[in-house]
């Protein structure tokens, strides 16, 4: 209805342009001096129904505009006008209006007046448009208490005042004008407010607009956002075309959740590399950046660039030392490469800093020095007082440590404090050299990274409880900014996260708010795992979630139950527990496996393994430890040493294979086993060629999930004569060339070490096991 009166209005009234026969037949109703006419008045006149705010009004309106108006005098008899619209004119006096006490909406716009609000005020004038004018002066409104809208663009005003009593004052718009200041708008109910154009230099006296919605201060000098941090409700910041040249100054607007759209175009600011995914970074909310839908992808661009989670943290430190490694002419660390039966053993303490994992670590490979010794990493920071080169850490030079992972010699490296840390291979096959075990402690980046290796840790967990001990100890130790000892607080809650929403990530967790009591926990959990005691007496800690059992002890003797212990050849003993923990397999994990299998069959029957041949000659997983046992081939085919690579015959399906292979990675990396075999392939070396082949489907990381807790239950094998950490490289000789095709001959030597021990039954333990070394040292 509103339309068709509106349009029925200008079809009486016509414009300028209008054609020259319309323009005869209303010229009689228009004067030549721009003085409005009673009868151009009355043509002018409607009512008009108005749908405001979900009610129906009924204006009684006046719209005149572009007649090159001067003197609208005529208007004083209209008192009952409720609207009055008189854009596009020449009018300079707009007195009339004091005699209009109805009027609820004025537009005067395009116009020449000088004096603003020159009228006496209409009680509920609520909507007032004087943009374009040649106003200068604001002055005081008071009497306006009804005004919700005010557009004073285009005019001469350099402040703003006048303002404090509007209570309703919802949409105010000073676009181009003069005002270098923001004030004068203090706890205004506003929620549009557009200032562009003018020489505005700071943002400022806006904290008290907590209804803003909507802000346009573009095209001002304005070189900081700060001063809109506690605008909550904004949705639209307009910013273009002024002087912020920071990307930091974003992080302004950060607490403001509701801000969606924000545009910083022709800022200095667009210049700096990577400007759009920082911001997005540090605004997630937004949707619409300079005018452009923010996308998913950048949105996870922005995160894992900016403030990557821990898994993406460890897949690049891994790829990095990778491929650093691949890059390097390589030692081959025969002591810790993967056995064919069991990893080689090592110890992970992990936790906040100044938990105590250190000293633990030192302690227990003090008191169990014929199992354990500490794997001194690498740090680029300077040593504490007492510390010792080598015996700590190896403290080295940024440089140096640098060169270290270009030379690929690290399995993992992590910054923390802004300090380099980093466990380097040869640190582990020290230890292992001395036919013992490894124990190591780091933060949960490098557990993170670890897991990715084919390392298979124990990972124990120390975690503060109480924290306000935790803060103490921090600060006894003496040497901790506030800064760092906030952020090693704060790590506390990541690693309780991880505990209870990964079962299984950490095999056990130790409260660390006393010292001696932890290490007595520890202590008594490391005995179990070398067997010197009873499962079962560790009480004191807390089993990490979804595991039925409480101490690892317990854990391990419920997978002595449950093996074919006689099959000492059998590293199938995990896939057999899991085959039955395992309700069905999907038709994916099947055909996968089948794959498997089918590609070990024909590279025994002396088919070209091809894309696999380091593969084939030594176990070489490609994905997260904890995805191993998964992903071990079947029982039969995969416990049988392999031929060499190069003995002919037809080529195996190796684009399907080693798809699967990357696609299950997640990495599309191999494993640094395969270069060292390939290595001592190359030199025809004489280390064992055990099989292990484990390529991984992504049905199997599903599986994985599903099962964790399952699949933890199991993590140690029994020892293999060829086990690195009981001095068993001899053994692992004696795998290839003495028993190699004879599982039986194994199984039989596995069974009378056994049996010299004076064990009944092979014992699940065996990993730590102090007979299994003594009975390795004197071989
Ligand atoms: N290679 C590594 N990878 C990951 N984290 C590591 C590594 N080496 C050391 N860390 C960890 O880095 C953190 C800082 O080590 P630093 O030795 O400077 O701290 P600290 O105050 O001595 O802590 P703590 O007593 O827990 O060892 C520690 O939590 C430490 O365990």
Redesign the pocket.
Known sequence: MYKLLFEEFFLQVPTKHANASNSNRYYSMYSNDGELREEQVSKGLSNLGLSATGLQHTYLCLSVPGRDLKNVSTLCNYIHLQKLELPCNKIKDLSCVSHMPHLIILDASHNQLTDFFGFQAPKNLKEVNFSHNQMSVMKDLSEYSSLTKLILDHNSFSAIRGLEKCERLSHLSLAHNSISRIRGLDHLPLRELRLSGNAIQKIENLQTLRKLQVLDLSCNRIQSLSGLQKLYLLGTANLESNLISEINEASHLHDLKLLRDLNLLKNPVQDQDDYRLAVIFLLQHITLLDQQTVTAEEKVSSVNKYDPPLEVIAARDHMTNLLYQLMQPQVIFDSTLPSMDTPYPMLVL??????????LAHKLCQQFSEYFAYGA???T?GP?YGEEDGL??HFVTEDEFQTMIQMGKFV???Q??G?W???SRESIERVAREGLACC????L??VY?LKNSYFEPRYVLLIPTAVENYVCCLKA?G??SNAQMETAVSRIDSYAKINREKPGFFDNVISCDDRNEAYVTLKQLVKEYLGLEEPGGVSSSITPDNTSSNSTGKLLAANTENADLTDSYSKNYQNKIQARMTPQRTPAETTSSHRREQLIREALNGKSPGAYAELFQRSAPTAPSSLASHSRPTAGPSSTPMRPVGLGGPELDEHSSSEESRASSGLSMRSSAGVHSAESLARGSDVGSGLNIEPLDMSMLGQERDSKGSERISPTLPSSPGRPGTNTKPSLLDAQTSSAGNPDHLKNEWLKRQAGLGEKEPNMNHVFHPETKREAKSK
């Not at 992990?350 to 000293?359: L, N, S």
């Not at 190591?440 to 933060?443: D, G, Q, S, Y």
């Open positions: 992990t936790g906040p800093q100044a938990c105590g994992k250190r000293e990493c690498h740090t920071r504490y700590d850490y993992q490296t992590m923390y404090g300090h840390y980093g466990l190591i402690h780091m933060e980046e490098g990274s130790r040497f901790y």
